[in-house]
């Protein structure tokens, strides 16, 4: 079993709904991250969370850390949220470990 | 700030050849990271390097390949005698103390 698991691993939705991709992890952590990918394209850091909730525009983080879970909403969905999203979680300061990715699809 | 900077974008080498990837943090990040990220997968941990040590090598192959990070320049991760394994993309992401991590675009190495 992995250290951080992320569901589902590919989703497609209609533009304008609302999106969640959700992560669980089984290791202590001190930080958990957010990051896109568009096809072809770098990385890019979304949010980092060490609890609570965090909100960017249409993005929305939230972390349970008694539950070791966390997920990432989408709101208003858009054709241009069509990337890979990855959930990586701190094991200290030293290393991320990468669930496996979210391949999501906003159809127009 | 220009951001991480990853050079070359792509880099296409034949079996056997070395490939040098280049990875110039920001101003200020204290440590890199390499990640690879092969064809149709996620992300991989290869190495955290601060200033002239390497701190964690546990994802990196134990041959062909090895990492530095100078006093000056940019951190290089170099790939011995490439086979067509290596084919991936290749990460670095700078940072310092407990901020978040800023990722470069990464280089596309092709063995053919």
């Known amino acids: 079993k992995n250290e951080v698991e992320q569901s589902p691993q590919n989703l497609t939705a209609q533009e304008g709904e609302f999106i969640t991709i959700n992560c669980s992890y089984s290791?202590?952590?001190?930080?958990l991250h957010w990051l896109q990918q568009h096809p072809g394209g770098g990385i890019v850091s979304l949010f980092m969370?060490?609890?609570g909730k965090k909100k960017h525009g249409r993005l929305i983080a939230t972390i349970n850390i008694q539950e070791k879970h966390s997920s990432l909403h989408i709101t208003a969905s858009h054709p241009r949220d069509s990337a890979v999203y990855t959930c990586?979680?701190?094991?200290?300061?030293?290393?991320?470990?990468f669930g496996q990715g979210t391949r999501l699809t906003i159809n127009p | 700030n220009a951001g991480v900077m990853q050079n070359p974008r792509h880099l296409v080498r034949r079996r056997g050849q070395e490939a040098r990837l280049r990875c110039s943090p920001m101003?200020?990040?204290?440590?890199v990271y390499w990640y690879r990220q092969l064809p149709e997968e996620g992300l991989k941990f290869m190495v955290y390097?601060?200033?002239?040590?390497?701190?964690?090598e546990s994802g990196m192959p134990k041959e062909r390949f090895s990492a530095e990070f100078p006093k000056e320049g940019p951190s290089i991760l170099r790939i011995q005698q490439v086979v067509r394994g290596d084919s991936a993309a290749y990460f670095c992401?700078?940072?310092?103390?407990?901020?978040?991590?800023?990722f470069g675009n990464g280089t596309r190495l092709t063995v053919t």
């Open positions: 969370l060490s609890s």
């Open positions: 101003k200020g990040h204290s440590h």
């Open positions: 290791v202590g952590i001190s930080a």
């Open positions: 990586a979680v701190n094991q200290g300061a030293q290393k991320l470990v």
């Open positions: 992401a700078g940072g310092q103390g407990n901020s978040p991590l800023h």
């Open positions: 390097l601060q200033k002239e040590n390497i701190i964690d």
